[in-house]
């Protein structure tokens, strides 16, 4: 063979040489990490959003015509394991984006870990504003890679408080909160505790693993109290309405409890539940909050066997969908560039809890579901013989608001 030729041989061979290894790395598979707590409902509501969306984009033959995978990991609601998995999704698996935190201590304690990597943070259901308002408003530079789904904890009070709203206008007058020791509880305790100043005549804070409630349901009754609002997203969602029944506290019981969110709340309490108050986001629990909350719904049945519990799945669900329509836009699954196309004004994509929108300066869509500064995409709802009764917003109105009749024996009325 001549030099020349050969010369011209071997540089083909390098050519195509560098071609498979350039088509080899494109076909890698794009990796979301997911980094939640599989023993809470929330948690394993998040687990299971991403794994639908996961299951669904490899459905449609993928992303970018590369397969998508996820990369679990079980924190077991422990900040120093969820950093512990953060890291290794970032640096031993890494993956190009991460989905997780359900619970907002986790997500304030994880957010600058990602932050520091330029990957995209997507939180599934941390409400606190500390990760978009705190962060992202005061430090667009850093936190820009955060994007969520879910209001903010002061958006969350137009359905959280609906119980408190309607059991004063049905005669109740002094309330007792009972929060959660959570992050994301925090500014929504504050803001009960100066609205209801004058009708609170009992507050406390529990621990998110708090599973007796004996103490506080007795001295909130020794208060006087009609009404309790009892918020957890922990262990003592089922307990805290076992105990409000078979002590017989005679209250109201209302707020936001993840626990009875679930569809076999009924049964899980031999009917205990009776009158209790909560609110989960509607496109989870089979309304029509989109045109793909309901064929969402019934998929969920198909795949797991039961109906979704936790409004996370929904959440989860959509920011990972949201976000894959952002590498669409942008043609790649790079950091900044997926960040600019879901930033862009023409970003909209409509999800199974509501529509999303990230052009604000905060990455939280407000509104989605609802008018703009409600509650994304939520609905407060009674159990009323063994059937969550919808009572807001009114355009999803089922039933109306009742005290149980038990409680009213137990006040003589």
């Not at 599973?211 to 009404?227: L, M, P």
């Not at 560039?337 to 509501?354: P, Q």
Request: some cysteine; aromatic content about 12%; glycine content about 10%.
């Amino acid at each position: 063979m001549k030099r020349g030729n050969f010369a011209l041989g071997t540089l083909g061979l390098v050519v195509a040489f560098i071609l498979v290894l350039v088509a080899g790395a494109e076909a890698q598979p794009i990796k979301i990490g997911v980094n939640s707590a599989w023993d809470y409902p929330g948690g394993q509501g998040l687990k299971r959003g991403a794994e639908m969306a996961i299951r669904d984009l490899n459905a449609a033959g993928g992303l970018l015509g590369r397969k998508v995978e996820g990369v679990f990991y079980d924190n077991k609601v422990d900040p120093g394991e969820a950093k512990n998995a953060t890291e290794r999704l970032l640096y031993r698996d890494k993956v190009d984006v991460i989905c997780g935190y359900w619970r907002s201590d986790l997500a304030i304690v994880c957010q600058p870990l990602v932050m520091e990597a330029k990957k995209i943070l997507l939180i599934g259901g941390a409400s606190t504003p500390v990760v978009t308002y705190d962060r992202i408003k005061q430090d667009y530079k850093t936190y820009k890679y955060t994007f969520t789904t879910t209001s903010n904890t002061h958006y969350l009070y137009v359905s959280q408080e609906q119980g408190i709203i309607l059991g004063l206008k049905l005669g109740l007058r002094k309330i007792a909160l009972l929060i959660e020791k959570a992050a994301w509880c925090d500014p929504k305790y504050d803001y009960l505790s100066k609205k209801y100043a004058d009708k609170i005549v009992y507050s406390t804070r529990f621990s998110p693993t708090a599973t007796d409630f004996s103490v506080e349901f007795a001295q909130a009754k020794a208060a006087g109290a009609d009404i309790i609002e009892f918020t957890t997203t922990g262990r003592g969602g089922t307990p805290s309405v076992k105990q409000w029944y078979d002590m017989k506290i005679p209250v109201a019981y209302v707020g936001y409890n993840v626990d009875a969110q679930d569809p076999k709340f009924w049964e899980i309490t031999e009917g205990k539940c009776e009158g209790v108050v909560t609110a989960k986001i509607g496109g989870v629990m089979g309304l029509p909050i989109t045109k793909k909350s309901i064929p969402y719904y019934n998929e969920y049945k198909k795949v797991y066997g039961e109906y979704p519990i936790a409004y996370t799945n929904g959440v989860a669900y959509d920011i990972v969908m949201a976000w894959a329509h952002g590498v669409k836009l942008a043609g790649t699954v790079e950091t900044e560039a997926v960040v600019r196309a879901m930033e862009r004004k023409d970003f909209n994509y409509e999800g199974v809890c509501g529509v999303i929108e990230y052009f604000d300066e905060v990455h939280n869509p407000v509104g989605g579901g609802w008018g703009k500064g409600e509650s994304w995409g939520w609905v407060s709802f009674q159990w009323q013989k063994g059937k969550q009764e919808v009572h807001w917003p009114g355009a999803f109105r089922t039933k109306d608001m009742i005290i149980p009749e038990w409680v009213k024996k137990l006040k003589g009325k």
